[in-house]
């Protein structure tokens, strides 16, 4: 399967140790890189659901140099929203605090939008997953928020971490969407977009 996209140099516009992990666990051959200044504003009349897709557009349109015949850029974004508030990445423990205290017992949504660029073509879409969360005690949420890492990460919590493995009581939808990239569409997506190449 390696050499299904051999033909192009792919570049996950990224940092993000959990997007990288997920797009080399599909054997696609890529090199990541961070090089972009994205102004990540949108219009509050936005749908919320569109806005991570239109936040990967943003983060696509930002790389720092005009894309080669046969490169292909990767961006993505990813949103939590619960009872119909964006809950983004916390700046301070207080924040990541209150962000999981607003999810604890509740329903919310995950959505990653992505967008795969090359010289001549865009094609964007978004996941979406729904998210149950068990009661979270203050305790459990003050120990989560000390001992790990929330701050780059959507609604201050991963999946992967101890604060996913004891408060995800269900999923409906991809579990690495959650994680922040959505890799089973992704490489539906990719097959399609290499299966329609323009001349």
Sequence with gaps: ????????????????????????????????????????KFDSDMDKSKVPE????????????????????????TMVLCEG????????KKDAHEILG??????????TGVCLRDNKREKTFTSSTDVFFKELSEKEISYYVNNYNPFDKAGAYG????????????????YFNVMGLPVEMLYRELNEF???KVE
């Design 1 to 40: 399967m390696k050499d299904k996209f051999s033909d192009y140099k792919i570049i996950l516009l990224s940092s993000s140790p959990r997007r990288i992990q997920l797009l080399k666990a599909i054997d696609i051959e890529f090199s990541a890189e961070e090089n972009h200044t994205c102004d990540e």
């Design 54 to 77: 239109f936040l990967a557009r943003q983060k696509s349109y930002s790389y720092n140099r005009g894309l080669k015949e046969k490169e292909l850029l990767i961006t993505a974004d």
């Design 85 to 92: 508030e964006i809950l983004g990445k916390p700046s301070t």
């Design 102 to 111: 607003k999810l604890s017992g509740k329903k919310h949504t995950v959505y």
């Design 159 to 174: 999946a992967q971490d101890w604060i996913g493995l004891i408060a995800i009581s269900r999923i409906e939808g991809s």
């Design 194 to 196: 290499f299966s329609n």
